[in-house]
């Protein structure tokens, strides 16, 4: 029997049904026809036998194979459905120079019948051929961390099925072509691409999540994203967008996560901005920003994230801000008009002063801000060295806050994207919160002792109830060891998961004894089992309300599979663990952490 944890979320789909007893039929399924199989071994030729798929052969029963990280597909009537292969390679990676994208793709349209595909770090290279648009029946297309060049085809604004379209981490360039007539899209992510120069001005109304960020976009914010009344995420980092930011951004309706961060936005916002209720996070971090910051965007909450270093404002912390000329200066050579260029004297020397006015002030605040950077980095230990806690309770060592909050990292993996929106933001607890919360860990609050260390109830002071993990680690670790543990941390998000919402590092003298804390969320609303048997104590879950179950459940595995790389499997995943919450929303508890990067100069690597 396949381990439940190596199923994918197709397969994992089909599974829970059964466990939910909602289909007693015997299965009418049947392998993929002969022309299909064919096809199917064609394209593993075309990829250059990756080692996903290193296991087909002209007798493999390919919609019987079992489903791996790196490879699964599902089928219907003897057709192919939905296909995914994810590679291991490198960013630098590609494909021989005999890979042609045009007899992939051409290879592809012969399964008429697919509904998602992801091929994702193959080393594809090539333009995006137009016929991409044959595939009419795509919901999902993911594309992700190969080398795809070039504009992409107009023909794509024709696929009206897709519901989510991921382009990340390729070379695409040129201007985006009008994607209003994708109706049904409601997940777009470009980013990590060469677009622009303009921003697109034209998007579907059902759009959720939109990343465009690390391109080459510039011009202003379009006021037709004013429209977009059910978009939750917005994240148009690391561009070269200038001008003002709208203020409408902040109140969209359903606008949860907003990122502004490393443009040339200018300017100073106005002093009556008002915040959607549903706002959790922003970043308008290294614009070119002036003034004070509104009321709603003042301080940081358990509501409320904000990040701002890097511009000009008043009223925030002074170390963070550069100096008003600064950004009077930045502002001026980002928005003066290119010079046309003249064969005459005059219009020469003319460009040449130009020139060396924007030179001068752009290499000046080059000098400022690498003086500033320079400043900073030079601070920032210190300052993490005297932020030692207060004495904690006895048999609790001082805590040592990490010297990097994963909350400050800006650009989420594209594995996170649209599943982290309307939780808590990620933070670092103290531990003065953490006795706070479960009264100096009393007895009273401890819930479950195991080997995968002590759990404890809580109450934050916001009211909410949390989850403490207490993890006792067997070696030391390095301090950089320990920021990319928790910043992965900080990417296990999802609404269908029991969330990580923060943790807290405490060490004792020399590190040695290290304990870390995870603060995840507190669901009380019972197993998925319970509410399946228990009928006398809880209403029976009517059939929507199973489907949705067993929907969120696959999603959340999806999500553990692709969060990283490689991704998170061996899940303990039982109906026990599944967990419901006031909402009956399903969230997958107990599954992996990551194991933490082992010291270069201690091979154990356990906890």
């Known amino acids: 029997m396949i381990p439940p944890s190596k199923l994918s979320p197709f397969t994992m789909l089909l599974h829970l049904l059964l466990l939910l007893l909602i289909s007693t039929s015997p299965s009418t399924s049947q392998d993929l026809s002969p022309s299909q199989s064919k096809t199917l071994l064609r394209l593993q030729r075309l990829l250059e036998f990756p080692s996903a798929l290193s296991s087909l052969s002209s007798s493999s029963s390919f919609c019987y194979l079992p489903p791996s990280p790196s490879f699964s597909l599902s089928c219907s009537s003897g057709r192919l459905t939905s296909l995914s292969i994810s590679g291991n390679n490198t960013s630098s990676f590609t494909l021989s120079s005999s890979f042609s994208s045009d007899s992939l793709f051409t290879t592809l349209t012969r399964f008429p019948s697919l509904t998602s595909l992801s091929l994702v770090s193959l080393g594809l290279w090539g333009p995006l051929p137009s016929k991409l648009h044959r595939l009419s029946n795509l919901k999902l297309l993911n594309l992700s961390s190969n080398h795809f060049s070039g504009s992409i085809p107009p023909q794509l604004s024709t696929m009206t099925s897709l519901q989510a379209l991921i382009l990340s981490h390729n070379s695409l360039n040129g201007t985006l072509p009008d994607l209003h007539p994708l109706s049904s899209i409601t997940d777009l992510d470009l980013s990590n691409n060469l677009l622009g120069p303009d921003l697109p001005t034209s998007f579907s109304s059902n759009l959720v999540s939109l990343i465009l960020s690390k391109n080459h976009f510039h011009a202003s914010i379009p006021l037709q994203l004013q429209s977009l009344d059910k978009l939750q995420k917005l994240d148009l980092s690391s561009n070269l967008i200038t001008g003002k930011i709208p203020t409408f951004l902040f109140s ?280 399946l048997t228990e009928w006398r104590k809880r209403e029976m879950l009517k059939w929507p309300q199973r489907i949705a179950a067993v929907i969120g459940i696959a999603r959340g595995i999806q999500f553990l599979h692709t969060v990283t790389v490689p991704g998170i499997f061996g899940n303990n995943l039982t109906i026990e663990n599944i967990l419901l919450d006031e909402t009956l929303t399903a969230k997958i508890s107990n599954y992996n952490l990551p194991a933490l990067p082992k010291n270069k100069n201690n091979k154990c690597g356990t906890w």
């Open 252 to 531: 969209l309706p359903a606008i949860q996560y907003l990122d502004l961060s490393s443009n040339g936005l200018a300017g100073a916002f106005p002093v009556s901005l008002s915040c959607g209720a549903a706002l959790g996070y922003v970043d308008v971090s290294n614009n070119l920003l002036t003034g004070a910051m509104p009321l709603c965007l003042r301080s940081n909450s358990s509501n409320l994230f904000v990040l701002n270093s890097g511009n000009c404002l008043t009223g925030v912390n002074p170390k963070n801000q550069h100096s008003g000329s600064y950004c009077n200066q930045g502002a001026l050579a980002a928005i003066l008009p290119p010079v046309e260029k003249n064969n005459t004297e005059s219009k020469n020397n003319h460009l040449g002063l130009i020139l060396g006015i924007v030179g001068g002030i752009i290499g000046g605040g080059m000098v400022i801000g690498l003086l500033l950077f320079v400043a900073l980095r030079k601070i920032k230990p210190k300052s993490f060295d005297k932020n030692l806690l207060p004495k904690s309770s006895p048999g609790l060592p001082t805590i040592q806050v990490s010297p990097r909050t994963p909350a400050e990292t800006r650009h989420m993996s594209q594995a996170v994207r649209i599943g982290t929106i309307g939780l808590m933001p990620y933070r670092v607890f103290s531990l003065e919160e953490l006795e706070e919360a479960t009264n100096d860990f009393d007895p009273g609050h401890l819930i479950e002792e195991s080997p995968q260390g002590k759990f404890y109830k809580g109450w934050h002071r916001d009211g909410s109830t949390i989850m403490i993990r207490c993890i006792k680690l067997k070696q030391k670790y390095s301090a950089q060891s320990l920021v990319q543990f928790t910043d992965t941390l900080s990417k296990l998000r999802h609404r269908h998961l029991v969330s990580i919402l923060g943790h807290c590092i405490v060490s004792g003298q020399d590190n040695a004894g290290m304990t870390i804390f995870l603060v995840t969320e507190y669901v009380s609303n019972g197993t998925l089992r319970s509410h």
